[in-house]
């Protein structure tokens, strides 16, 4: 009962001893190193000395360690995590294994990575939780590619901290030589990636040294071991935006006084009364309650999973964003710039789609360009086509509806997307967002007004007017709503006009909507003048009173309204 | 920002980030209700999850007809209470050619009985989803089980065919026929559940508090007599002994353990002092080695 103050338990007073438990934080972080650099010794080990094994498993591990005679007797603590060893015979896909363990300030999730083919793919699942990532070092072998390569995922991933674990001290003689070496020649490289902080800890897996306890046997080592260390590094998730971000999930109504917006707070802070924009639509409204099960809110902060309802009847769903009013506002584009981690054996190519999953929206996407690929072993970018099975390149892609998304480096939950097949359904890219697509209106726009040929892009349509004709106004009327309807189905902006309304026509071309004129009673004549404004728009089209919603919409397309 | 956040706050919305998720993307969804503790704590989740309104799907019991009468009435008082939709299943074909757990070896009776009987239900209903309160934690091979875990048209898993998982971005995309297999809990660990049980007031089965219960040892195991249906070995006289479980199943294949412990601190002290892992109870465990992995690919859970 090592990881647990057992005197205090057997003293009787476990409510004092849950109260301290239910303080506890947690941190979850990733383990990588190269088959043999003793990943398994030293995660067996912390679960061990942090007590999540029991007898039953300890009397098996006995027999086991006796067995295999490698480790000359004692016991080999990797047999504790070492259930992927007939799987990866079975030919199992295993991107990570998570291990769980606590001490009394935190609670631990490791995400195990194991195999060396998938090593990106599997690296980056395990890193996309991750609050930091333990990168094993070989203390014979020095700074390998391999170290490399974890050390640049891990960045990319968006991983702040970092422990490099020089392991294996005891085979060189415990020298503070060899660690200094090794520190040497990973810190220029790791400066290069931007990390947070980097610990570097001597240890021996195997010995025990640096792991829980402290080593006597390297008192040239002034740094915490392993264990102490990862229960006080400050690991406050920089990557949260101080602004709100809360994607829609799920809309609750339970009766018709009441209507929820459920989702998890991807960033930020959210209280009652606060002023709120949702997003892509643009309206904005307040924050009337924050609700959960056990009792309203006067502040909820990321990641919390809560109930938003609004002071107005406004048209949010599922796949929506809330986001705060004031600065930092999210971007809105349908064209987007990636990195983006290739998982599956057909390689990503341009003009590929797929359908992208980013917080609660699914939508259909398409590659438009590949600009790179990285070479994860010295950073450097090279020219490519496709990106194949475990790379990791700069991509654009064009979504089929804009997409309310932060640079990945600054919200982990906003920024991050998976691609997955039409037809197989496989998970078979992961992304991470740093910013609109090149082609996006308004990427470069510094301080110059927003242009007609961008709306029209972001409408993803030309301003038109459709005048309804015919003596019989009802008709006309009827005819126009069932057109308005089918456009807007289709994905466009179009919206009628009848009466005095009829005068907005000229702000309604320069918004860049297709605007559908109820001309007027008895109004027969075919002349687009019947409409004040429609002689200057652009694309003016009068269909024939007994003209199907079908014909107009094949007459706007061949006037070029619509664009794809 | 997240410092103040503990550990089982953090846990709490993570399972309700899933099943919400889970809400969203799948038409016919259900909830594997076990009467466990990890089911009691799924369906709290549930219900923070979609508060104020009702749970947007029903709960499901595979009912073998074996387990302990506590655990009956606690499912049939719990689902009335709380107005929860709850269907009870049974594979009715093996219990008419006798099969029961005294004569076919746990390994066969669980197959048929929880299994096959789970894989009947999901068809008959046509569930495109269930949730089920498995932790990785658990054991080994539950360590590297995804979050969302495919079944094929035939319910089985294919281990070959699982999809990577990153950050909260599940695929839940699935042809017709297929389904998955929704874990909540996967981060929770067996100490997780018992506090947030405590802290939460969750209500759970008396048979997880100690009480004088009558008892057999058979196979170095405590097995409760439930009911009239208990075969007695010659020799074995049931006995009055102060016992509790710490995981609950078909009685005559899950072991009591002595304990003095009717309060929940007083079971979570135990927890951390004891030196046996919880699976122990459960004899369908020590069967055969890699059990667990065979009963997942014919879709068990
Ligand atoms: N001498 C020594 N051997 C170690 C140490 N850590 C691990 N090993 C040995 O290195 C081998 C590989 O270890 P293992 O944990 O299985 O490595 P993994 O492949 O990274 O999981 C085993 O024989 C271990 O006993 C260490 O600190 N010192």
Redesign the interface.
Known sequence: ?RG?P?KQ??D?D??A??AL??????LRFLTCGSVDDGKSTLIGRLLHDSN?V?????DALRRDSAKRSSAGGAIDYSL?????V??RE???????????F?TDR??F?IA?TPGHEQYT?NM??GA??ADLAVILVDARLGVLPQTRRHSTIAALLGIRHVIVAVNKMDLRGYERSVFEAIRQEYQPFAEKLGFASIQYIPMSALQGDNVVAGSERMPWYEGPPLLAYLETVPF??SR?LEALRFPV??V???DLG?R?F???IASGVVRPGATVVCLPSGRSTKVARV????GDLAEA?????V?LTLADEVDVG?GDTIVGAGEGRPRVARSIEADVVW?NEAPLRVGASY?L??G?RMVSAEVSEIHDRVDVTTLERHPARSLGLNDIGRVSLTAARPLVFDAYAAC??TG???L?DRMT???DG?GMIRGPGAHEPGASATGEGVTAEERAKRLGQNAAVVVMTGPDHVRQEELARALERRLWDDGHTAHVLEGRDVAALGVCQRLGLISIVVAGVGQASADPSAAPGARDAERVVVPSPDASIEAIVEELRARGVFRS | MSASLTHLKALEAESIHILREVAAEFENPVMLYSIGKDSAVMVRLAQKAFHPSKLPFPLLHIDTTWKFRDMIAFRDEFARANGFELLVHTNRAPEAQGVNPFDHGSQRYTTVMKTHALVQAIAKWGFDAAFGGARRDEEKSRAKERVYSFRDRASQWDPKNQRPELWNLYNGRIHKGESIRVFPLSNWTELDVWQYIHLEKIPIVPLYFAARRPVVMRDGALIMVDDERMRLLPGEVPEQRVVRFRTLGCYPLTGAIESTATTLPEIIREMLLTRHSERQGRMIDHDEKGSMETKKREGYF
Request: without cysteine.
């Open positions: 009962m647990v057992e338990l057997l009787g476990v409510e001893y849950l438990q239910q303080k506890k934080e947690l999540v029991h007898d039953d498993q300890l504790l995590v070492d259930g992927l007939s799987e079975q030919g199992i896909t295993i991107d990570v294994a998570y291990r769980y606590a935190r609670k999730i195990d793919r980056a699942t996309s939780t406050a998730r949260d999930q799920y609750l109504r339970p009441f929820g459920a989702g998890t609700v959960t099960y056990d902060a990321a990641p919390l999973a109930t599922r998982m359908l999953k980013h609660t982990h939950a991050a997307f998976i997955v359904n496989g998970t992961a």
